[in-house]
């Protein structure tokens, strides 16, 4: 069952994983409370996360960690009991607060150390949110810590119940002293112990304590049975007995306290140290239960009291309401005044977790591969059977199709094993906008939408650092500073949103700001100084927000602390690509910016075109192809040998055969009635392959060349088609960019691996 | 037969602890996410366990709630109850006294702690 190598490096890792859902749990509570929609049960699950992690980072000594979440937890404490209010200030603290956690959690996970002077900032915040009343409490807990529980000695206020009229029929109150100590020990402790009625209710058991007490050196036990009254008088619920007890011990007076620990409350305890005579119980200790049994009171019990099945723990729990309105007096605990008054919790507002099951990521991945090869195994059998010419309606061709039908299924199920939702990443996000904003000194709030969609894991990793970016960018230039906001009757706050979800079997996300919008002039000037376009340029204004894209274009006019990285949109444009991804941008002078994301479900199938071009079948990724045309002949416009380009309506664009550019053939004389698909460029701009035919649209399972023949220029992959006859995914801008530098010494490597 | 234990805990870490410290004490960990769920794998033990370890901050049903509705059930009645917590505060233990509880063990729990006071409140 257990791991054998290391349990606790496998609980501690595990830890990790569970922080960072609580914490995600955190966020979730506190974006909550920040839009003003918070209930008692979000503050309760907002305390709860910091309060687990606070357990088990304890449980591994990560200090650090417990003493921050401890006074995260105890502020939060405070607000759950209204003592302190969740205002606008509270919650940025709250944020704050929780990304510092985090940033502990990961420290402790990457034996890494996180950084001192901002956790101190935003410790010295919540212990200003504690105030200094909660300050003392603070103490007086610590104090507690080291004193578990204030041993009751005011005997007269713990015999409550021995002392309640429940025995009505008794004849006489035998107020003897109980036996007190007979002898006078040099040595050890004495010990007298008379559990109360509810240290049986409670469920615990003298036979245990005593045995406890055996196990530290030598015991000698007296049983009392006085107080028993004779069996008719005999309630079971009630505790009659109690025992004076010699124990002879290296261990200090505290463990032998300890062994009381939980009964502390609920029984007269005296213990004597070492040399000094036990007083004995005082008399108002003594059970005024009347007794008719007292002759021969004192019984050596030796650790198996014989009364001990007769009020064992099973007696009770309820004591009768006469008894119940006899403890006023006694501040002493009795078990039945609490049950009545706490109503049970409600059980409303599940937020159990579903059950799961970890697995390593690489047998996932190992499944995967496996399905895709089943996938095209199922479809070569397919393709054998329809070419023995069967009928359609036969057993065979129908028990295919059912056979087709699960492997489908399958490797949509396989697929969903490998999603999760972007939620943690649109998190971490909220963060980045946090941070960005107070650096330029704005006011902005993230808002996000469809967190619950579900991506491929590898894409949401990937995602992270182009997603970064964009946000920060968002910040930085989208949104105005607050005096331009409120000049252009905007409110002071803006807002960037970030939103996810499912589009024709594709993954959208925008990242949208309600800022000034692209300043286009800015823009085209910049790109024009730095040569990007020429100077009398005319761009659309979608051509003018696409040079953002361009490699080498950066908007910040000063180099902010933000953005001024080094990075530039380009690289996030190659970063989406590279996921088979496409991003777009959409500007709206004065109301702001849209950058919208498209990507595949999965990087282990793609949506595919299968194209014929020189006897080759290739496939190229739908979602590089804007359209497919049929070239007629006006359209076609040569601009020198080997050069055409055609016209796709109002724009000219490079026409490239793909057959050549792969160095299958020789430029054809004509195209005239060739098919084209246009392919959209990074740069905005299009080119159009020409190809001789085309197949089918299928999806397909990439299988990775890189392993074997490092980067191919011009492929993206290969897959399996139908026919079992392996296919070469294209990459067809790269295609295009390298028909750019005509490099001839590429195509030579093409034809290799073609 | 081994001693039979329910925990009961809403942190997975902590429910993996407990189990690894039953576990290699020789008893038969039972575990459950939350007061709830504690009293469902309650209901579905037979016999009863020998002891419950419950802690209190949970969703649901926390521990207080948890123990109260343990101590209603006729044969649950005594079977001893910890409770684990990272609250030390007196006002605490004794809500958690007053609702039913046996004794308790503050967290982070030493195994070793854990696994004797098991033995002190099931002899």
């Keep these: 069952m257990m791991d054998e190598d290391d349990p606790m490096a496998e609980i501690r890792a595990s830890f990790f994983v569970e922080c960072e859902e609580l914490l995600e749990a955190l966020q979730d509570g506190l974006q909550i409370m920040d839009d003003g929609e918070a209930d008692d049960e979000t503050i309760n699950i907002v305390f709860r996360a910091v309060h687990s992690i606070k357990g088990g980072a304890g449980a591994f000594g990560l200090e650090d960690l417990v003493r921050f979440a401890h006074q995260f937890e105890s502020v939060l404490d405070g607000v759950r009991s209204g003592t302190i209010e969740a205002d606008r200030n509270a919650i940025s603290v709250f944020f704050q607060s929780g990304d510092i956690l985090g940033d502990l959690v990961r420290a402790a996970r990457d034996d890494d150390v996180a950084d001192d002077s901002r956790i101190q900032g935003v410790m010295s915040s919540l212990t200003a949110m504690l105030g200094a009343d909660a300050q003392e409490e603070e103490t007086e807990e610590e104090v507690s810590d080291f004193q578990p529980m204030g041993l009751s000695l005011d005997l007269g206020l713990d015999i409550g119940d021995n002392d309640a009229p429940a025995l009505p029929d008794l004849p006489d109150l035998d107020t003897t002293p109980p036996p007190a100590t007979t002898a006078v020990f040099e040595d050890g402790y004495t010990i007298h112990f008379l559990p109360d009625s509810s240290l049986y209710a409670s469920g615990n058991e003298p036979l245990h304590l005593l045995r406890l007490l055996r196990e530290m050196g030598d015991l000698d036990v007296t049983c009392d049975t006085s107080a028993l009254p004779s069996l008719s008088a005999l309630d079971e619920e009630k505790s009659y007995l109690s025992w004076t007890i010699h124990l002879t011990t290296d261990e200090d007076e505290d463990a032998v306290r300890d062994v009381f620990d939980f009964v502390a409350d609920l029984c007269t305890l005296t213990i004597t140290g070492p040399g000094k005579p036990g007083p004995g119980l005082p008399p108002t200790d003594a059970p005024s239960s009347p007794s008719t049994t007292n002759e021969g009171a004192t019984a050596d019990v030796s650790f198996n009291p014989p009364q001990d099945s007769d009020i064992s723990p099973e007696a009770s729990v309820a004591l009768k309401p006469d008894d119940v309105a006899d403890v006023k007096t006694a501040p002493a605990p009795v078990t039945s005044s609490a049950p009545a008054k706490k109503p049970a919790p409600s059980a409303s507002k599940s937020t159990k977790p579903r059950p799961t099951v970890r697995v390593d990521l690489e047998r996932i991945d190992r499944l995967v591969n496996l399905v895709g090869e089943l996938v095209i195994n199922q479809a070569m059998i397919s393709q054998s059977v329809m070419e023995t010419g069967l009928q359609t309606n036969s057993k065979v061709s129908e028990g295919l199709d059912e056979f087709m039908q699960l492997t489908r299924d399958i490797q949509d199920s396989v697929m969903m094993i490998r999603a999760q939702p972007v939620k943690s990443l649109f998190q971490r996000m909220s963060r980045i906008v946090r941070e960005a904003s107070s650096m330029v000194g704005k006011s902005v709030r993230l808002k996000t939408e469809g967190d619950a969609t579900e991506v491929d894991k590898t894409v949401i990793e990937r995602l992270a650092d182009p997603l970064t970016h964009m946000i920060r960018n968002a910040v930085d230039h989208g949104i105005e500073t607050p005096q331009d906001r409120i000049a252009a009757g905007k409110p002071e706050e803006g807002i960037v949103t970030l939103s996810a979800g499912h589009r024709s079997g594709r993954v959208i996300v925008e990242i949208s700001d309600d800022g000034a919008g692209i300043n286009r002039d800015r823009v085209l000037q910049i790109a024009i100084e730095k040569g990007l376009v020429p100077e009398n340029a005319q761009l659309s204004d979608s051509e003018i927000d696409n040079l953002l894209f361009m490699p080498g274009f950066s908007t910040a006019s000063e180099v902010s602390d933000l953005s001024g990285r080094g990075v530039g949109m380009d690289v996030v444009k190659s970063a989406i690509l590279a996921l088979g991804g496409r991003v777009t941008i959409q500007s709206n002078p004065g109301k702001g910016t849209v950058f919208t994301i498209s990507l595949p479900l999965t990087l282990a199938v793609l949506d595919g075109m299968v194209i014929d071009v020189s006897d080759q079948t290739l496939v190229v990724p739908l979602s590089t192809i804007t359209e497919t045309l049929t070239l007629m002949g006006p359209d076609i416009r040569a601009l020198g040998p080997q050069t055409n380009v055609i016209k796709v309506r109002d724009s000219f664009v490079p026409l490239l055969d793909l057959g050549f550019e792969l160095g299958f053939r020789s430029p054809l004389e004509s195209y005239v009635g060739s098919i084209a698909l246009l392919i959209a460029q990074e740069d905005g701009n299009h080119a159009a392959l020409v190809v001789d035919s085309i197949q089918d649209q299928r999806q397909v399972v990439i299988k990775g060349l890189q392993d074997t023949f490092g980067r191919v220029p011009g492929v993206a992959a290969a897959t399996i088609l139908g026919d079992g006859k392996i296919a070469l995914i294209l990459d067809p801008v790269d295609v295009v960019a390298n028909a750019d530098g005509r490099t001839r010494s590429l195509k030579s490597d093409l034809r290799l691996a073609g | ?123």
């Design chain 2, 1 to 123: 037969m081994s001693l039979q234990i329910l925990a009961v805990d809403d942190s997975r870490t902590i429910r993996d602890m407990l189990n690894l410290t039953l576990n290699q004490a020789g008893f038969t960990p039972h575990l459950a996410d939350d007061g709830v769920h504690g009293i469902e794998v309650l209901e579905d033990m037979s016999p009863p366990p020998d002891a419950i370890i419950t802690d209190i901050n949970m969703p649901r049903m926390d521990g207080f709630g948890f123990i109260e509705a343990v101590r209603k059930i006729e044969k649950f009645r005594a079977v001893p109850i910890l409770v684990l917590t990272t609250e030390s505060a007196a006002e605490l233990k004794q809500r958690a006294r007053n609702a039913g509880a046996t004794g308790w063990i503050v967290k982070p729990f030493e195994p070793k702690k854990l696994v004797r006071a098991l033995q002190m409140v099931t002899g």
